[in-house]
């Protein structure tokens, strides 16, 4: 992932407080762009400065300087965001891909989890959440400079499940029952709870299933339980015990079948520390619970809990790309002028998104999922979450939707990946 370092036929000409987020995103060029091949021939040689076809201009200043909004007003943002692609294209770039209008927004319009909305975001303003568009900005950059096309390279798939609840299935059945005044099925979620399996507790189905298409994955797990309290509501945790002993198995099956385990981080003001010293493991990675975080000091708290990637940044109410590029990178930080030591894996597709937001049903769901990672079958690293409650494999025909579905992602030839 992109650093501070570039080769040495790749020279420098600009000040030294320019030349290490010159070298960042360079690298993110060249890693996006599979140039390096391309760049280590004996021949090549490049100079990066002010102006040229990697233009390192004078907005780099301005965002070191935290002046975000002299940018934003610069470039009449976000209304003129195709105009300071094509003035500025490698600092919108950087402004796109750090997330950095977000900083922006005043706490005020929130949304009532708190959470950045997606009607506020550069991506909405422009009708560009689906659309890969600082890879766009790096393919026309990579044209100019090598006269020739992107090699194009087959996307990666990181799967990953949020454990939110296991056991609580039978409860959400009547509530379902009684907000649907079908209060003659509230008996069948009774004896479901007393004499049956519980629904969501499915971990062992799902692992059988990805063993099936040799699918590792992540499952981010909750430490907290109990109901965090909102002005406007509130948001519930873990209906399970991450220390007991049935989650020891459960946790133990996962690395047997060579998936991973991550800290999915509660809403709660705690520490990630404090939430990750409640594994009997270690932790390397991170989603947050609700995608409930702050821009302005998220990545400070991922780094300072020494975690190696964090995958939290997406959107709830629409899937693609919330940073507009669909590759890990390490987040700049503008305070110390340096990239941040962690990975972050941007989440593109969601189930709940599909379902409780824009209301389609599983099937109509995993058709759209299919037909986005089809779209964008080069030159990511699509993230995909499914949450273990929306997985039914216990009904023979969810069961067989779900079979489907990673029948189909497999047979399109894409590398299932871990961080």
Known sequence: MADCTVPDNIK?????????????????????????????????????????????????????????????????????????????????????INSLHERLLPKC?????????????????????????????????????????????????????????????????????????????????IINRLFSHHNWDNLDEILKLEKKFNIP?????????GKFHLVNGHIDHADYAIGSLSMVRRIHAIHTN???????????????????????????????????????????????????????????????????FGRPFRPYNLTKNKPHSFIEYPLHLMDATFTEYLGNSTESMLIKMKQWITSHNTQCVISLLLHNSHMNLWRTGQKSLWETFYREVDNMGLESFLP
């Open 12 to 96: 420098i000409n600009l000040p030294d407080r320019l030349k290490n987020i010159a070298a960042y995103m360079w690298s993110l060029f060249c890693e996006s762009t599979s140039a390096d091949s391309l760049v280590e021939k004996e021949d090549f040689e490049f100079t990066i400065e002010a102006s040229g076809s990697f233009p390192i201009t004078s907005t780099f200043e301005l965002l070191l300087d935290n002046n975000i909004e002299e940018v934003a007003r610069i470039y009449n943002l976000p209304d003129g965001l195709d105009t300071f692609a094509k003035n500025d294209p490698v600092a919108c770039c950087f402004y796109l």
């Open 109 to 189: 319009k929130l949304d009532k989890f708190g959470r950045y909305p997606y009607k506020e975001s550069i991506q909405f303003k422009n009708n560009i959440i689906e659309l890969n568009y600082c890879q766009n900005i790096f393919n026309s950059i990579f044209k100019q400079i090598f006269q020739q096309e992107v090699p194009l390279i087959k996307s990666k798939i990181f799967w990953s499940h949020d454990i939110d609840y296991l056991f609580s299935a039978w409860k959400s059945g009547i509530i379902q029952s009684i907000r649907n005044r079908k209060f003659t099925q509230i008996p069948k979620h």
């Open 217 to 225: 994955s992540v499952f981010f797990f909750l430490t907290e339980s």
């Open 258 to 324: 060579g998936s991973l385990v991550g800290l999915h981080k509660s809403a709660f003001p705690l520490s990630y520390r404090e939430e990750i010293n409640k594994f009997n493991l270690p932790i390397y990675g991170n989603r947050n619970h609700f995608l409930k975080f702050h821009i302005n000091d998220h990545y400070q708290q991922i780094e300072k809990a020494g975690l190696q990637y964090d995958a939290s940044l997406g959107f709830a109410e629409h899937y693609g790309f919330r940073n507009s």
